[in-house]
T-cell receptor
Framework: DQQVKQNSPSLSVQEGRISILNCDYT??????FLWYKKYPAEGPTFLIS?????DKNEDGRFTVFLNKSAKHLSLHIVPSQPGDSAVYFC?????????????FGTGTRLQVTL | DAGITQSPRYKITETGRQVTLMCHQT?????MFWYRQDLGHGLRLIYY???????DKGEVPDGYVVSRSKTENFPLTLESATRSQTSVYFC??????????????FGAGSRLTVL
């Protein structure tokens, strides 16, 4: 049972436009949500996070929005740049005892075209 | 080198062979994790460790063994490799945090092919 879902396997956006990547989750116990970016032949790198008690977090060109009632979050990239072309993973954490593990979605491949 | 390193980066093996993937981190992070990445499944947790000599199963532990005798090392062993274990394996580490997002830092990955 996929607790974190990214229903769009791929997205193509023109340079300078907004990229919106979506993520849905089912577990209401998740306390933090994170976005990771992954280039080919590299490990995922952390991009931005949001606490479940917030509805927005912004860091430069990247903004994450959380809608708890809909169990939905989105990552907005404005303006999109060719270097943003990568696979983006949504992840959620739930604290179990002293451990806080991440559950990942299946990823969305973003291509930013010139 | 500082950071988290995985070896080997690429490995081809045959069904039934034992394979060990190594992971080493220099930050003295408490937590270490092993994930596998497969098309259509994203990243799935295999095993994790909260400290030396403490390990626990993740989502897909069958066919894998881990150990953590030292804080900095977290090897993953496939005792008898199967074709379904062909995947890209990522090791990650994180600090122990009482609050805040648990940000994992990943290694570059080990691509394993089982023939």
């Amino acid at each position: 049972d996929q607790q974190v879902k990214q229903n769009s396997p791929s997205l193509s956006v023109q340079e300078g436009r907004i990229s919106i990547l979506n993520c849905d989750y089912t577990n209401s116990m998740f306390d933090y949500f994170l976005w990771y970016k992954k280039y080919p032949a590299e490990g995922p790198t952390f991009l931005i996070s949001i606490s479940s008690i917030k509805d927005k977090n912004e860091d430069g060109r990247f903004t994450v929005f959380l809608n708890k009632s809909a169990k939905h979050l989105s990552l907005h990239i404005v303006p999109s740049q060719p270097g943003d072309s990568a696979v983006y993973f949504c992840a959620a954490s739930a604290r179990t005892g002293t451990a806080s593990k991440l559950t990942f979605g299946t990823g969305t491949r973003l291509q930013v075209t010139l | 080198d500082a950071g988290i390193t995985q070896s080997p980066r690429y490995k081809i093996t045959e069904t039934g062979r034992q394979v060990t993937l190594m992971c080493h981190q220099t930050w003295s992070h408490s937590y270490m994790f092993w994930y596998r990445q497969d098309l259509g499944h994203g990243l799935r947790l295999i095993y994790y460790s909260a400290a030396a000599d403490i390990t626990d199963k993740g989502e897909v532990p069958d066919g894998y063994v881990v150990s953590r005798s030292k804080t900095e090392n977290f090897p993953l062993t496939l005792e008898s490799a199967t074709r379904s274990q062909t995947s890209v394996y990522f090791c990650a580490s994180s600090e122990h945090k009482i609050s805040g997002a648990n940000v994992l830092t990943f290694g570059a990955g080990s691509r394993l092919t089982v023939l």
